[in-house]
């Protein structure tokens, strides 16, 4: 009689450890959102790498996290998600309030007591799986060695690699022991692959796989294709087809989670509704602000003539077209065709608006107050075409944001009702083009992180804003009514720039004072103002102006 082998859909992890008391561990990964809760205070602080855990606080896990904690023995515990536990006052006892844990130690060396809502048993082996099941009691699959599982009762249950059983609530006894699928179970199980590190025992366990995949290559085994559920008694355990969770498991996703891990193209200027979430999942937080309503992708491109907002519009706050990896906006070749009357630099224009596209006159419109404002980012970076020119009506304020580097290549926004703000967490560069708010706006470019880069850009406002957390470098660029104009970064450089009389021009850096040798083409300074060559106030070099009409101050 052939062996009838199942998978098991549980996220588990390896329990071991050393006769040691399991009181503290440090954690050595952390993947998105994991907590600790503090059991005196109830505190709630966020965990990080290298940061000590200790008894009788909490792990909370969220959806899609993991974390791996190294107590001082060496035994490993990971955590997947939606799971919470601790570790008891003494001993080795760990509490799974729910979801699923990973303990290894080397051979012979680990032990403890696992508690559930409703069940607790001894558990003995070096790499094993423990998930809570839903109802109160738990599962244990063994990945290598042998487990000696014993309930408070003295009944005790033996399995080798690769067998399953539950611990039933109540302390009732033990479910029917049963053979999984390592194979799949390994290849399938983020306690296993989602990690850097390897477990020390992953050659074991590739050694036991393969003596179950030649016998079932050999007939002496069969797989199934059933996966082992969450519910079991004396005699029966939960069983599925496969197929039917894989579906379960893509149907449980948010509708929102779904958006964002699925790539879309758009040529049109209607955006997918089934796309668009009230209080979205904002993948990038750090350079966006609130996103009250937004359209979300995984990778986004658009390669039409443009975005309606208008049925949008009445909710008000700020919508977002949000990408959790890169959003791009590409050139429409039938909107901008090379032909030998028309060049390569041919420009492409790309409009926001909230009704039908209405051309923009290159400088700004008619100014209007309006409660919806528009953001357009990418996680891994918001890329837009060269020669590219954005036309915003009717949308209010415009803000492009990266959350990682951007560089705008002669790209030029036009926005007739509200201001402009380009932001990128790391390294921020525009290179030509033209930034123009309406007359009651203003334009503002900030990097998060990294430096700013400012070359031969025009400005056609009365109000700019200048931001970075390095080095601020701006070179050549033209201002058209400007009244006030604002740089800050740990270091300021300048060349090729000429500040109208009259002009108000706050410059902040690190230490606050202007460099030595101004208007010299003299090196840099860092923590310093740089005028390093052609900077001029009212037709005069610059530093004449410097507390007249220029302001030199330190960073708060």
């Given at each position: 009689?052939?062996?009838?082998?199942?998978?098991?859909?549980?996220?588990l992890l390896t329990v071991t450890g050393y006769p040691a008391d399991l009181t503290k561990a440090r954690f050595t990964q952390?993947?998105?959102?994991?907590?600790?809760?503090?059991?005196?205070t109830k505190g709630i602080a966020e965990a990080k790498v290298d940061l000590e855990f200790l008894?009788?606080?909490?792990?909370?896990?969220?959806?899609?996290?993991?974390?791996?904690?190294r107590a001082p023995d060496d035994t490993i515990t990971r955590v997947g998600s939606n799971t919470i536990f601790s570790f008891a006052r003494r001993g080795r006892e760990v509490n799974l309030q729910r979801g699923s844990l990973l303990f290894h130690s080397p051979k012979g060396k680990g032990g403890g007591t696992i508690r559930t809502k409703a069940a607790s048993a001894s558990v003995l082996g070096t790499t094993i799986m423990i998930t809570a099941t839903i109802d109160g009691g738990f599962k244990s699959i063994?990945?290598?060695?042998?487990?000696?599982?014993?309930?408070?009762?003295?009944?005790?249950?033996?399995?080798?690699?690769?067998?399953?059983?539950?611990?039933?609530?109540?302390?009732?006894?033990?479910?029917?022991?049963?053979?999984?699928?390592?194979?799949?179970?390994?290849?399938?199980?983020?306690?296993?692959?989602g990690f850097e590190e390897e477990l020390p025992s992953k050659a074991t366990i590739d050694q036991e796989v393969e003596k179950q995949v030649k016998l079932i290559e050999s007939g002496q085994?069969?797989?199934?294709?059933?996966?082992?559920?969450?519910?079991?008694?004396?005699?029966?355990?939960?069983?599925?087809?496969?197929?039917?969770?894989?579906?379960?498991?893509s149907d449980t996703r948010s509708a929102q989670q779904r958006a964002l891990d699925t790539d879309v193209t758009q040529a049109g200027t209607t955006l997918n509704g089934s796309r668009v979430f009230a209080s979205p999942i904002n993948p990038v937080p750090s350079v966006t602000g609130t996103i009250n309503n937004g359209f979300l992708a995984n990778n986004a491109t658009f390669t039409g003539n443009g975005i309606n907002f208008g049925p949008y519009t009445g909710a008000g706050g700020n919508f977002g077209v949000l990408a959790k990896g890169t959003l791009a906006i590409k050139a429409n070749t039938a909107l901008a065709t090379v032909s030998a009357r028309q060049p390569a630099s041919s420009t492409h224009n790309f409009s926001l608006f909230a009704s039908s596209p209405t051309p923009v006159a290159a400088g700004p419109g008619t100014p209007t107050t309006l409660p919806f404002n528009t953001t357009l980012a990418g996680r891994q970076g918001l890329t837009i075409d060269p020669n590219t020119q954005i036309n915003a009506v009717g949308v209010g304020n415009v803000t492009l944001a990266s959350g990682s580097t951007m560089a705008l290549n002669n790209v030029s926004v036009f926005n007739q009702n509200g201001s402009v703000t380009v932001n990128a967490n790391s390294d921020l560069e525009t290179s030509g083009g033209t930034f123009s708010p309406s007359s009651v706006g203003y334009v503002k470019f900030k990097s998060v992180a990294g430096n700013a880069m400012v070359v031969n850009t025009g400005f056609s406002t009365s109000t700019v804003m200048m931001q970075a957390a390095q080095s601020l470098n701006v070179n050549g660029a033209s201002f058209s009514g400007l009244t006030s104009i604002a740089m800050d970064a740990r270091t300021v450089n300048m060349w090729n720039l000429n500040f109208a009389a009259g002009t108000t021009v706050n410059l902040r850096s690190q230490i606050g004072q202007l460099a030595p040798n101004p208007n010299t083409g003299a090196p840099s300074v860092p923590g310093h103002v740089n005028f390093i060559q052609n900077v001029n106030y009212g037709g005069e070099p610059?530093?004449?102006?410097?507390?007249?009409?220029?302001?030199?101050?330190?960073?708060p």
């Open positions: 009689m052939n062996k009838l082998i199942l998978t098991s859909t549980a996220v952390v993947v998105n959102q994991v907590k600790i809760i503090s059991s005196s008894t009788p606080d909490l792990v909370q896990t969220g959806p899609r996290s993991l974390a791996e904690l063994v990945l290598e060695g042998r487990c000696q599982i014993q309930l408070p009762n003295g009944d005790f249950r033996q399995l080798d690699s690769g067998q399953v059983t539950f611990v039933l609530p109540g302390e009732k006894g033990f479910g029917p022991t049963l053979d999984v699928n390592l194979e799949k179970l390994v290849e399938g199980s983020k306690l296993v692959q085994a069969e797989d199934t294709g059933l996966l082992v559920g969450q519910k079991a008694d004396e005699d029966e355990v939960q069983v599925v087809k496969s197929e039917f969770i894989e579906q379960t498991v610059a530093q004449f102006a410097v507390g007249a009409g220029i302001n030199i101050s330190p960073l």
